[in-house]
C-alpha cells in the first residue's frame, strides 16, 4: 500500500466524470450511514424483543411471510429489518471509533516519529513492528476470555491492531513533507517543533491517511463480524450482523434468512467502503495513473 | 545480509518475550485459578497447598520466570477442562490438522490466484480483467465464516456433493480449504495484476521485446519472475488474514486443528489452554513473518543494505 500512496502534495484531484458504479456505491455509502443514524426512527420494530408466536416467519416474498416483518423473523421472534437496521448502527459505530482512535493516535506518534527522528523514531518504530506482528485474533480471544466480550473492549482491541498501519504511513509521508522549504521557513520564522508538526506537518499528511481511513472500514467490519460470529465480540442480545449469522448457523436448512441476509449486509458494506476507498485513492492519487 | 539477519532474528526474539509477558499478565489478571481447579468444596489446607504448588505465593516477577522457564522446556501446564491433559501435547495434537488446512488453502488460492492476475495485467481492460477484478473484489467482501457457510449449504446440504464437516478423508478438505482461500486469493490476483502492470512498464521487458522475443517468453521468463517480488512481501500479510480464517473456518467445519482448539478453550473458559494457544500461534507467526522478511531480504538485495 505504501507504495501506491506516494506523496500527495500538492493534491491533485483529477477533474474526471465520477464513473457510475462510484456514483452508485456513494448512495449506497450513504444509506448505510443515514440506516445507522436514525435507526430508531426508521426500524419497524424493537429489534432485541420479539414475540414467541412470531417466530421464524420467512421473509415476504416467500411463502407464509408477514407484510409487518418484511425480511422476516428470527427464532425469538424478532424482526430481521429491525435487526439488520440497529446491526448498521453497532457496525458503523464501531468503525468510526475505531477509525478516530486507531488514526489519530496513530497519526500522532507516525508524525512524531518521522520529525523528531532519533529515539522517538526507534521506540514508536519498534512499537508498530510489534504490533504488525500481533494478530488481532489471538489477542481479542484471550482478552475476551478474561473480561468477558464487549464493545468497549471490541473497539479497544481493533483499534490497538489498526493504529500501527496509520503510523507506518504518517511516518513515511511526514520524511517527505520534511524536506520541502515551506518546513525550513517555518523553523527560520520561530516556529516551535509542536506547532511545525500541527500546522505544517498535519495538513500535508492528511490525504493519504483519509484514503487508509476508507479502505480501512471494510477490515474493521470484517474482523469486528468475525469475532462477533465466534462469539468474543458483541455480547447478545445487542443486534449485530456478526452474531445474527452465528445465531442463524443451525436454522441454515429451515430457515435461510436467519444466516443469509445478515451475511449479505455485511458484503454490501465491506464492498461499498472497499470501493469508495479504492476511488478515492485513484482521484487523489494521481501517481497510480501512469500505469 | 549476516548483519540484517541477525537484526531481524533479534527482533523476533524480542517480539516473542513481550508477548509472552502479556499473555502472563493477562493470565494473573483472570483471577485465582486455585477455585477454578479446586471447587467450592476444598479445605483452606488444600488450597494453600496448591497456591505453594503453583507458586502462586511467590512476587510476580519470580512467577514470570518460573513460566517462562517452563514454556521454554516446553512445558504450558495442564487444561483445567476435561481430562486436563498437558496443554503442549493438546497443541501437538492439532498441529497436522491445521497445517494441512492452511497448505491447502494456500497451494489453491496460489494456483487460481496467479493466472488470473497475470492474464488480467497483459490482457488489461477486456472482459476477462474487470471479470477478474471484479471477482477480486467480491471475495475481499465476503467475511470467510459466511462463505463457509453459504458453500456448506449449498454444496453439502442441496446437492449433497461433499461431506459438511469432519476430518480425515480428501473429500472432507476441499470446502474448508475453498472457503479460506477466498481471503488470500482476492489479495494474489489484484497484487499480481498490480505489479506485473508495473513489471511489464519496465525498460528490460521494452528491451526483450525490441530483441524480437515472442511474448511467451517476454510475459513468463523477464516478466512474471520479477512480479513475484512484492508478492513475496504480501505473504506476511496474508498471514494475519490467514489466522483469522483459520480460527472462523475450522469452528465452521469442526475441523480439529489449532483454530478449533483456541475456540474451544475460550467458550469453556480454560485459561492456561488459551495462553498456550495464542502463545504458540504467536510464535509461529513472528517466525514464519521471519522466513518471508529474510526470502525477501534474499531475493531483492536493496532491502538488506536499508
Not at chain 1, 508498530?128 to 484471550?142: C, M, T
Not at chain 1, 464487549?150 to 509521508?173: D, K
Request: positive net charge; aromatic residues 8%.
Amino acid at each position: 500500500m505504501d507504495d501506491s500512496l506516494e506523496s500527495a502534495i500538492p493534491i491533485k484531484i483529477r477533474k474526471t466524470r465520477l464513473s457510475p458504479t462510484v456514483i452508485i456505491f456513494s448512495i449506497v455509502g450513504l444509506i448505510l450511514i443515514l440506516t445507522a443514524i436514525l435507526a430508531p426512527w426508521i426500524a419497524p420494530h424493537n429489534p432485541n424483543v420479539g414475540e414467541l408466536d412470531n417466530r421464524l416467519i420467512p421473509p415476504v416474498w416467500q411463502e407464509g411471510g408477514n407484510i409487518n416483518f418484511l425480511l422476516g423473523t428470527d427464532t425469538l421472534g424478532r424482526d430481521i429489518l429491525s435487526r439488520i437496521i440497529y446491526g448498521a448502527r453497532t457496525t458503523l459505530s464501531i468503525c468510526a471509533l475505531v477509525v478516530i482512535i486507531a488514526g489519530s493516535l496513530g497519526t500522532f506518534l507516525g508524525i512524531i516519529a518521522g520529525y523528531v527522528g532519533g529515539w522517538a523514531d526507534i521506540i514508536i518504530m519498534r512499537a508498530v513492528d510489534l504490533v504488525f506482528s500481533l494478530p488481532a485474533i489471538l489477542l481479542a480471544l484471550l482478552l475476551s476470555a478474561i473480561f468477558g466480550p464487549s464493545f468497549q473492549i471490541l473497539v479497544l482491541i481493533i483499534s490497538f491492531t489498526l493504529w500501527a498501519g496509520y503510523a507506518r504511513m504518517a511516518r513515511a509521508e511526514t520524511l517527505k513533507v520534511k524536506e520541502f522549504d515551506f518546513i525550513a521557513l517555518a523553523k527560520i520564522a520561530g516556529c516551535s517543533r509542536a506547532s511545525i508538526m500541527m500546522r505544517h506537518i498535519l495538513p500535508n499528511v492528511i490525504s493519504p491517511i483519509i484514503i487508509l481511513a476508507t479502505l480501512q472500514v471494510g477490515t474493521i467490519v470484517i474482523v469486528e463480524a468475525s469475532l462477533s460470529f465466534l462469539g468474543v465480540g458483541i455480547p447478545p442480545p445487542t443486534a449485530d450482523w456478526g452474531s445474527m449469522v452465528s445465531e442463524g448457523r443451525s436454522f441454515i436448512v429451515t430457515a435461510w434468512w436467519l444466516c443469509i441476509i445478515p451475511g449479505f449486509a455485511i458484503a454490501l458494506t465491506v464492498l461499498t467502503f472497499n470501493l469508495l476507498g479504492d476511488a478515492l485513492n485513484d482521484r487523489l492519487n494521481p501517481l497510480i495513473h501512469r500505469r | 545480509m549476516q548483519r540484517y539477519l541477525l537484526k531481524r532474528i533479534f527482533q523476533a526474539i524480542i517480539t516473542i518475550f513481550l508477548m509472552s509477558i502479556i499473555i502472563f499478565l493477562l493470565g494473573r489478571l483472570s483471577g485465582d485459578p486455585v477455585p477454578l481447579l479446586l471447587g467450592d468444596l476444598a479445605t483452606k489446607e488444600e488450597v494453600e497447598l496448591i497456591t505453594k504448588d503453583l507458586g502462586l505465593d511467590k512476587p510476580v516477577p519470580v512467577q514470570y520466570a518460573i513460566f517462562l522457564q517452563k514454556a521454554l522446556q516446553g512445558d504450558l501446564g495442564q487444561s483445567i477442562r476435561g481430562a486436563r491433559r498437558s496443554v503442549v501435547l493438546q497443541i501437538i495434537e492439532r498441529i497436522p490438522a491445521s497445517f494441512q488446512l492452511a497448505v491447502a488453502s494456500m497451494l489453491l488460492s496460489i494456483i487460481i490466484g496467479l493466472p488470473i492476475g497475470v492474464f488480467s495485467a497483459v490482457r488489461r481492460g477486456s472482459f476477462l480483467d474487470t471479470a477478474g477484478r471484479m471477482l477480486a473484489m467480491l471475495g475481499q467482501s465476503m467475511p470467510a465464516f459466511w462463505v463457509g457457510i453459504v458453500l456448506m449449504y449449498i454444496i453439502s446440504v442441496q446437492f449433497r456433493l461433499l461431506p459438511t464437516s469432519g476430518y480425515g478423508s480428501f473429500r472432507q478438505i476441499i470446502l474448508p480449504a475453498v472457503a479460506l482461500s477466498g481471503i488470500s486469493l482476492a489479495g494474489i490476483v489484484r497484487l499480481t495484476r498490480s505489479s506485473m502492470l508495473d513489471v511489464l512498464g519496465g525498460e528490460y521487458v521494452k528491451l526483450a521485446r525490441i530483441k524480437g522475443l515472442s511474448e511467451k517468453v517476454v510475459i513468463w521468463k523477464h516478466a512474471f519472475s520479477n512480479s513475484l517480488i512484492p508478492l513475496l512481501t504480501f505473504l506476511g500479510t496474508l498471514l494475519t488474514g490467514l489466522m483469522t480464517g483459520v480460527v472462523v473456518i475450522e469452528t465452521i467445519f469442526a475441523w480439529p486443528g489449532l483454530g478449533r482448539l483456541a475456540w474451544e478453550a475460550v467458550s469453556t473458559r480454560d485459561f492456561p489452554m488459551i495462553q498456550g494457544v495464542v502463545l504458540f500461534m504467536t510464535f509461529m507467526f513472528v517466525t514464519a513473518n521471519l522466513v518471508v522478511d529474510l526470502l525477501y531480504a534474499y531475493v531483492d538485495p536493496r532491502i538488506r543494505y536499508k
